[in-house]
């Protein structure tokens, strides 16, 4: 079973930046994709990023298309979201975890596992 930790989340003004850290451990790292989604307050968990086991391929939705960047350091077992010109839209609980399997990659939440407690990101206008 994974286990992963979020951090960098704060309070930012809209037009500012923010760069998002994950901490992973309890499985083979570099064997994983992994994403980032977000959940608003009073809506569903949704896609923001992913990145490949070996970080070749990266998606991102529509909505922080040119905005955010995933990438991930496999020596560290970190994964980040650089995330630039932030909007009050962006507001949310933002969370990483695992793809459910090895070598694999979707966009999908429920395909993947080992969430953990989020980083609150706060966008004011």
């Known amino acids: 079973q994974g286990h992963v930790v979020e951090s960098g989340g704060g309070l930012v003004q809209a037009g500012g930046s923010l760069r998002l850290s994950c901490a992973a451990s309890g499985r083979t790292f570099s064997n994983y994709a992994m994403g980032w989604f977000r959940q608003a307050r009073g809506k569903e968990r949704e896609f923001v990023a992913c990145?490949?086991?070996?970080?070749?391929?990266?998606s991102v939705a529509d909505s922080v298309k040119g905005r955010f960047t995933i990438s991930r350091d496999n020596a560290e077992n970190m994964v980040y979201l650089q995330m630039n010109s932030l909007k009050p839209s962006d507001t949310a609980v933002y969370y990483c975890?695992?793809?459910?399997?090895?070598?694999?990659?979707?966009?999908?939440?429920?395909?993947?596992?080992?969430w953990g407690q989020g980083t609150q990101v706060t966008v004011s206008s």
């Open positions: 975890a695992y793809y459910q399997s090895p070598f694999g990659i979707a966009t999908v939440v429920n395909e993947y596992d080992s």
């Open positions: 990145i490949s086991w070996n970080g070749a391929y990266t």
